[in-house]
């Protein structure tokens, strides 16, 4: 007897993943005030606004290093002194939030409110830009607090060592090699008064109000434009931003910690800003080395030798330009074998990328945009942080474009011009007493010793 097996169909496979693209975003400018660029995002109830103004340290008054980040404290204690939590308060009725940071180009104020109070919350956030108390009281408070912060950040070795690259890659004296949040012997001095004269000097009309989210039936333009139209500068400009550039290596320095039972490792060399058309192969060309469990430098580091609970690579965006980092933690005893065998794998780039490997990043960075971008505050950070490079509101959806064009050998290509291998800056945050020796066996170049 012969039994019949069905003809089933092939079993079904995944498909290529459509390409998704960077929403569109409408641009717009307020007389008197910042540029705009609104973006409507059907759905998102949670309306995003990112105020980006030109007014980060980099343009800080010379001996005043850290007066953008304690402007951009200072502004969430509202329109009267010690007004702090009623300005969080105000807020929270609406069911909105309000921050505000600077890094080394940009003070941006970030608001979040639900698209139906987003006219009440974009009322108070005026007053607070326009009218905000900066008193002298409140400053002296956050100067306390910004000190705690500065020595919880250096107590941490990632931020440490990040910190202590900068110093060694931009010119000595020159404020990206500085701290963005300033120094403790700087933040100490700072006062109201220079709070004041800072913010009074930030001039909106070079800025950009980024606004995105569900705006069915709201006029955002005008809504903008009543918040922030005739705001001007009342103070002197503020200098012209500092844009040295980063200077090549080779260099090896150690941040002393004495005791430590690990060593953070940072790698690093300067490369071209985000305009440079090889910024997206550089992003991939990270993604190859430290972007996953199965990078180079994870495969050879953390699952051959296990030297490392893992390593990462990315690359810091600045205006004028960017940075190479390689880094994560290792064991003391294994610090050297460790930076040999990262440099290693750094240098294997030179030898090409695989196919497969470069697919794979190019994946795993373009066709996570949708997840990553799926909130409106999301949307609007890539925006903001677009308009603070000068990119302009189509960069978002030129970049995708350009991760998912990028090929193997044009990756390899981008990586060995823009980063010399013989000319890396290394710093190992850790117990010098017991990594010197090894790392001067290396012969990798000389050493510097600096407190911890």
Request: glycine residues 10%; hydrophobic residues 40%; contains cysteine.
């Amino acid at each position: 007897m012969t039994t019949l097996i069905p003809d089933f169909p092939a079993r079904p496979v995944p498909g290529p993943i459509p390409p998704w693209p960077f929403p569109a975003g409408v641009t717009g400018q307020i007389p008197g005030g910042p540029a705009t660029l609104r973006c409507d995002l059907p759905g998102r109830r949670l309306a995003a606004v990112r105020l980006v103004l030109d007014a980060g340290a980099g343009r800080e008054p010379a001996g005043q290093d850290g007066v953008a980040t304690l402007a951009a404290h200072a502004l969430l204690e509202g329109t009267e002194p010690g007004g702090g939590t009623a300005l969080a308060a105000a807020f929270e009725r609406l069911g909105a939030s309000l921050y505000a940071t600077a890094d080394l180009t940009s003070l941006r104020i970030a608001l979040d409110a639900p698209a139906t109070r987003l006219g009440a919350a974009l009322e108070l956030l005026s007053d607070v830009v326009r009218r905000p108390a900066l008193d002298d009281a409140d400053v002296k408070r956050l100067v306390r607090e910004r000190l705690e912060e500065i020595a919880q950040e250096d107590a941490d070795p990632g931020a440490r060592a990040m910190r202590e690259l900068r110093a060694r890659l931009f010119p000595a004296g020159s404020r990206p090699a500085r701290p963005t949040g300033g120094s403790p012997d700087t933040v100490k001095e700072l006062t109201g008064e220079q709070v004041r004269a800072f913010y009074s000097a930030v001039a909106p009309a070079e800025g950009t109000a980024v606004i995105t989210g569900d705006l069915a039936g709201l006029d955002a333009e005008a809504m903008l434009a009543e918040a922030f139209g005739g705001w001007r500068a009342t103070g002197s400009p503020l200098a012209p931003p500092d844009t040295a550039a980063p200077t090549p290596g080779p260099r090896l320095v150690i941040v002393d910690r004495p005791g430590s039972v690990q060593t953070y490792l940072s790698f690093g060399h300067g490369v071209p800003p985000r305009s440079h058309p090889d910024w997206p192969l550089l992003a991939v060309a990270c993604h190859v080395l430290g972007g996953g469990l199965t990078s180079r430098l994870n495969a050879l580091l953390r699952e051959e030798k296990g030297y490392t609970y893992g390593m990462r690579a990315g690359l810091l965006r600045m205006r004028h330009c960017g940075v190479f980092v390689a880094q994560g933690s290792v064991h003391t005893e294994v610090t050297a074998d460790a930076v040999t065998d990262a440099l290693g794998a750094l240098r294997s780039m030179l030898d090409g990328v695989g196919e497969a490997e470069c697919r794979a990043s190019v994946s795993a960075l373009a066709d996570r945009a949708p997840a990553d971008y799926e909130t409106a505050r999301s949307v609007a950070a890539e925006f903001a942080d677009a308009a603070s490079a000068g990119l302009g509101p189509d960069y978002p959806r030129r970049y995708l474009d350009d991760l998912r064009a990028a090929t193997a050998d044009e990756v390899a290509r981008a990586y060995a011009e823009h980063v010399r291998q013989d000319a890396l800056t290394v710093i190992a945050v850790g117990d010098a007493a017991q990594i010197r020796g090894p790392l001067e066996d290396l012969g990798h170049t000389e050493i510097t010793v600096v407190e911890g």
